[in-house]
């Protein structure tokens, strides 16, 4: 509510004529005390919710998601292939023979 001065004293004067000088005082503690008891229950279901969701947090692991899956067509930084020889360069295949070659295994 953004009630000014004027607005405020226009509400008091109101309220005097209405209920009285005796009446006024009991109804202001009246409220006073209705909004203390509202102040006090929203508080504590705040606080209820509150420690709930600690709870669930509590009992439930935390959940680790794999690591997402390279794109098709793509190498990973640092990873060497070992293409096959058709599809290889033609550098490449002549480079694979001639060690191919040269090594007593084959």
């Known amino acids: ?4 001065f004027s ?3 226009f509400l008091f004067v109101l309220a005097l004529l209405v209920f009285g000088p005796k ?7 009246q409220i006073g005390k209705a909004m203390n008891e509202f102040k006090r229950a929203s508080n504590e279901f705040r606080s209820q919710i509150e420690s709930e969701i600690a ?3 509590r009992e439930t692991p935390p959940q680790i998601l794999p690591p997402a ?4 067509g793509t190498v990973p930084a640092g990873s060497v292939i070992d293409a ?3 599809h ?4 490449l295949a002549a480079e694979n023979n001639s060690m191919a070659k040269a090594s007593p295994d084959a």
């Open 1 to 4: 509510m953004n009630l000014g």
């Open 7 to 9: 607005e405020m004293i």
């Open 23 to 29: 009446k006024l005082p009991e109804i202001a503690r």
């Open 55 to 57: 709870n669930l947090e």
């Open 69 to 72: 899956d390279a794109l098709r």
């Open 84 to 86: 096959p020889a058709e």
């Open 88 to 91: 290889a360069p033609a550098q």
